[in-house]
């Protein structure tokens, strides 16, 4: 089984009819989110077969179809099993008292060719093909004859949904054996032995219709075949006398299309003398090109006389020097005198930042000298207020007491703090401190802002000399520079002489421009007139090359118009010369279709007499006329001759059947023991636990082989000394990988030995691959490719492991809104 298109709507998560379209998908992948709806769309395949989902319990889980607040859900499978098409539909409803039940179930076969793309006209069931089951009881017989497989085993081997992947790996015995009957097809043995009783009782039922058909070829006797012989050799004869005398007509017939010819190969000629015509304007083409190549002739004279005189500007000018260099010197000049003019201006803003920096300095050392006498008086006041503190007690005292706190002398609690009297020592002493404090901060402050002012005019005075220096290293510079002036006035004098002739040279170039411009414009026109003559000359020679077999006279090379002159003149001698050989080949013609018909009537003559119609006047119809005839006899012969042999071959099948009805016997006897089917079934588990061990020895490393003991499966464990251990004991990921090898072998090996429609087509998985580690999956990956890439089955997986989802070509990406899940296809 192979799925081709999935239609849902109201399907679960699929509130909105979804389509899955899955031609040429032979490796695919469903991804999303946890929730998104990717096994439900595995769900609804296999609802669509079977009418439930492993995930819903059976059928008493069939509610579970709707999606929330739906009454309705219909879900649609197109779908190929041994080489044929089939389409399965299923429509699940909610009735008024809330019941869910099965609506509609049906099974078409689809006539070959048909384009599912049609299933999106809303097409009815009876319009999709031959109808195989039309109700959900029908609907499981008819199933189990295109899949092939019971609903338990196709989720066992074709899709293998989550919690099941292990399903056939843990199977009971029995169990295990019914699939691999149905998968192969063993039941066919029994049927076998039933259908050989039959087939003895119906081989004697035939020998009496053989006897019968016997009867009826009684008249194919070997004398009836001698006299179609004898026929056959008349229509021969015919053929061979039509075949002599068809070269004489095609030679009639050759000579009057050669006549023929002959005639029309003389029209053709007239036809081209004919258009022997002079055309206009050839006596002017010749004069127009002597005039055009006179104009150029001039026209380059006047560039030559340009080109001198413009050559000689330009050594007047290269002797008068170069400006670049006088204007330089010239500039040179303007900035001595600018320069000269600025020294005595740089010298007095020196001098008066000199003065300025002096002043300042001053004043900021008058300022350090009051700040240090300011400092020294405040330390004389602290010195007095320390020495009255130590007269008065008291007042020394009372500065440690605070109201509320205890005395630090009786430790009794202090109420009020009594005020110092200001004939206190200690309160003037304090005072004098503040005044003298006070003063120092000034003088302080003044002498820091005069020490700025000092050392901001300091740099501005430094930066005043640099720049007098600067100015007077410039000075030296161009001075240098013009120790071999001859003066400003005789370099201004140079310069407006170089200007002059500068300007008289621009006016010689633009005069040696335009002469050049004529030049190319009666250049142009003297190669126009050429070509002009040269194409008069060319259409000469085409024409003359038309009747150049006729012999026309040579023409003259300097002299066109004379050429064309003496060309019209041939050509009207010829015409008349040839009219008078068209009235003689008319007349050989009208003599060559006359003997054409004396060939044909002579040909139809001998139809006539082997008594067979004549067919039409060509040569080919005449032959093919003959050989028909001979071998429509021919064809009579061989009927007859094949009745005679069929009468022969019933004989012969009368004995076979009497062999055949003592074999169907003897096979029947054989049949009714199940030895044979045994032993099949013994065979193609060795085949299936051979492939699945070479599978899962390559997915785990070389680790384990997989074995089969009495029906059931055990492993080899190459890490643990060759251990035997049940597959129970396999641990989850190992298990996934067991039962990954029997599936992809279920696939592989025992697909192509199947003789029944459960050929394995495809193979979708639903399990385990998070579980495995990256050397692992890399395995796993490639085995599924491999498997793909043999063209003859479909292999799916549902996967949230990105590393395995990129290396499939083909993904159907399932994602889900706030109202309904969507399938999106991303690749091939």
């Not at 080949?585 to 006539?608: P, Q």
């Not at 793909?788 to 395995?804: E, I, K, S, W």
Request: glycine share 8%; net charge negative.
């Amino acid at each position: 089984m192979r799925p081709i298109r999935l239609d849902m709507a109201g399907f679960t998560v699929f509130r909105d009819p979804t389509s899955v379209d899955f031609t040429d998908a032979d490796y695919f992948a469903l991804v999303g989110p946890t929730g998104s709806g990717k096994s439900t769309v595995l769900d609804a395949i296999c609802f669509a077969l079977y009418g439930t989902v492993p995930r819903w319990g059976g059928i008493r889980g069939i509610g579970n179809a709707l999606a929330p607040s739906a009454n309705e859900a219909r879900v649609r499978l197109v779908f190929e099993s041994a080489g044929d098409r089939y389409v399965a539909t299923r429509v699940v409803r909610r009735d008024g008292r809330g019941n869910v039940k099965t609506a509609g179930a049906g099974l078409q076969l689809m006539p070959p060719g048909f384009d599912v793309t049609k299933l999106d006209t809303g097409m009815d069931l009876d319009d999709l093909g031959d109808v195989l089951a039309g109700t959900p009881a029908e609907m499981d017989e008819a199933i189990l004859h295109a899949v092939g497989l019971p609903y338990e085993q196709f989720t066992s081997c074709v899709v293998l949904p989550q919690g099941q992947f292990a399903d056939f790996l843990h199977a009971k015995p029995a169990t295990r054996q019914q699939i691999l009957v149905n998968l192969l097809g063993l039941h066919v043995y029994e049927e076998v032995q039933t259908k050989a009783t039959g087939r003895a009782t119906s081989a004697e039922d035939k020998l009496t219709v053989v006897d019968q058909s016997l009867a009826g070829l009684a008249d194919a006797t070997d004398e009836a075949v001698e006299a179609a012989e004898a026929h056959v050799g008349r229509m021969r004869e015919l053929a061979s006398a039509v075949e002599a005398a068809i070269p004489g007509l095609r030679s009639a017939r050759a000579a009057e299309t050669e006549a023929t010819a002959a005639r029309d190969l003389i029209d053709s000629e007239l036809k081209q003398l004919a258009s022997v015509r002079t055309p206009a304007g050839s006596a002017e083409i010749a004069g127009a090109t002597a005039a055009a190549r006179v104009r150029a002739a001039e026209a380059a004279d006047s560039v030559r006389g340009a080109e001198e005189t413009e050559e000689k500007l330009r050594g007047e000018l290269a002797a008068a020097g170069d400006a670049g260099s006088l204007s330089l010197l010239l500039d040179r000049h303007v900035e001595l005198d600018r320069l000269l003019g600025q020294a005595e201006w740089f010298a007095g803003e020196v001098q008066v930042a000199e003065v300025e920096h002096a002043d300042a300095v001053a004043a900021a050392d008058l300022a350090h000298n009051s700040h240090l006498g300011a400092r020294q008086l405040l330390e004389q006041a602290r010195l007095d207020y320390t020495e009255a503190q130590r007269l008065d007690k008291a007042a020394a005292v009372r500065a440690h007491l605070v109201a509320g706190e205890p005395c630090p002398v009786c430790e009794q609690v202090v109420e009020r703090v009594p005020a110092l009297s200001e004939a206190s020592a200690v309160s003037a002493a304090e005072a004098a401190g503040k005044a003298a404090r006070a003063t120092a901060e000034q003088a302080e402050q003044t002498w820091k802002q005069r020490d700025a002012v000092a050392r901001k005019l300091e740099i501005n005075l430094d930066r005043k000399r640099g720049q007098q220096q600067h100015h007077q290293s410039r000075l030296a510079e161009v001075r240098a520079a013009l120790t071999d002036s001859p003066g400003a006035e005789a370099l201004k004098s140079r310069l407006a002489e170089l200007t002059r002739l500068r300007k008289l040279l621009e006016q010689a170039g633009g005069a040696v421009r335009t002469a050049r411009d004529v030049q190319r414009k009666a250049q142009a026109a003297v190669v126009q007139a050429e070509e002009r003559q040269r194409s008069a000359w060319r259409q000469f020679d085409s024409v003359r090359d038309g009747v150049a077999r006729f012999g026309p006279p040579p023409a003259d090379r300097d002299d066109l118009a004379g050429a064309w002159q003496t060309l019209v003149d041939w050509a009207e001698s010829q015409r008349a010369r040839r009219a008078a050989e068209r009235e003689r080949a008319n007349a050989a013609l009208d003599d060559a279709h006359r003997a054409t018909i004396g060939a044909f009537a002579a040909v139809e003559a001998l139809f006539t007499a082997a008594g067979v119609r004549p067919p039409a006047a060509d040569e080919a119809e005449l032959i093919r006329g003959a050989a028909v005839a001979a071998e429509r006899s021919d064809a009579a012969l061989r009927r007859l001759a094949d009745r005679r042999e069929q009468a022969r071959d019933l004989s012969e099948q009368r004995m076979s059947l009497q062999r055949e009805g003592r074999v169907a016997r003897a096979l029947a006897g054989h049949l009714r023991a199940n030895n044979f089917e045994r032993w099949l079934l013994e065979e193609a588990l060795d085949l299936l636990v051979a492939g699945a061990s070479r599978i899962l020895r390559e997915l785990t490393g070389g680790q384990y082989d997989l074995v089969h003991d009495k029906g059931e499966f055990y492993v080899i464990d190459h890490h643990d000394a060759g251990l035997r251990r049940a597959v129970r004991t396999l641990s989850g990921g190992e298990t996934f990988q067991a039962s990954l090898s029997l599936a992809l072998a279920l696939s592989e090996q025992l697909a192509g030995m199947s003789t029944t429609a459960a050929s394995l087509e495809s193979i979708v998985l639903d399990e385990g691959f998070g579980t495995l580690d990256a050397a692992t999956l890399d395995v796993v990956a490639a085995t599924l490719e491999n498997l793909a890439a043999r063209g003859d089955r479909m292999v799916g997986v549902v996967t949230h492991v990105n590393a395995l989802a990129e290396r499939v070509p083909v993904r159907f990406e399932v994602y889900k809104d706030a109202r309904t899940a969507h399938v999106e296809r991303v690749g091939l």
